[in-house]
């Protein structure tokens, strides 16, 4: 987790006392704000039945770097608000004070909070003496929690505490890996882009909402400067997500949605939240790791196609009336490859010739097509793969796939 600056605790514990003052005074609140899904004002009455503090400050620590409070609310009017509608209304405007909603064993922080100190509730109001009964400890440092490892705070992921202790536990047996790319300060220089990332990125902006289109600039430059864009698609099944070079990107409050690459269609994942001012704001890139199954699996698995002079293999696009589908022409043996390029070496550049692909670039370059033909037999890699042109085509499953590109059968 990236590091948090820290605070001396006097100055978290004055907050906390204006917090407490402000509830013990009121319980019950009333709250305006404007919903963007329905487009008009809406105007809510919740009552606060409980107030806790946690973390390193709940603790005693001489320095923290934020204070965590979490209140269990319940509605007078209307219906649950947006959390930072609750939190604009009982923190206002300290400094580093994260309120979570909920209790300590169900709540917006998505973990179960073992160390939670009641600060008030109706039936002990006296916020005074509680929060004088938390003494400070020099000996607490910060709270280790498995999870603070990963580079995102778990509130701007969709999923559970365990799911996200289930992906630290997969990195730590090397069956996943993943690297952190925080956003530069400087805004990309889209005029510098090539063709295809600017057309990506304009059809983006006009297909998504503003936080989704800026963050997307952030991702595309990425590619841009790392990986230029080969193939790139929306996702059909969610608005908030897209796909780059085989790696789906998921933009927004991102699920942990590792799944994806497990099968031959995906490379990895880009969890990207949208910018905020307490970020982390940039890319929590996923993979697969040396221990994978499919990476180990692929090991053996090689084949000879076209490639460029960047040594990438070349794709096509292979257009019928409306439809249009990715694919790369793959071959288990020089000589074949050799007798098609001279086949269609009229299309192709010259600088174009065959090259031999395998292990882990194999699999990359799976992932950014649709179909994949072995020796003149086609093979759908994707959903939209497996009809193309009034045919209908097999998708084989990785064992299948890795079958037909063994070594040992070249």
Known sequence: MIEEKRRPRQSFTR???????????????????????????????????????????AKGALDCGDLDLMADISMVEGFMPFESVIRRVLVKR??????????????????????AILIWSPENRDWKANIAGIKSNPAIKRFQRKTDIIPLRNEQLYAEIDAIEAVVDLREKGILDWSWVPFPEKEPEIDKWTSTSKKAFERISNHSGVKTATAMKHVINWFEKNEPIRTWKFDNDNRAAFWINGKRIHVGRPCLDQFYIDHHSCSGIMLVPHITKRGPNGIWHIRRGKEHPLEKMFLRASGFTIVGSDGKPDIIEAISGWESVNLIEMFRSCKDAEEFLEDISEDLTDDCKIGKISSKDLLNAISCVDQLSIDWEFYAITIKGTRFDGEKFGRPKPEELMTLLNTDRA
């Open 15 to 57: 907050a906390l006392k204006n917090i407490a003052d402000r509830i013990d005074s009121h319980i019950t609140f009333e709250a305006e704000y404007y919903n963007s899904f329905l487009h008009k004002k809406e105007r809510v009455v919740f009552r606060v039945n409980a107030l806790w503090a946690f973390g390193s400050w």
């Open 94 to 115: 300290a400094r580093d004070v994260r309120l979570y909603i909920g209790t300590p064993e169900k709540n917006s922080s998505r973990a179960i909070i073992e160390d």
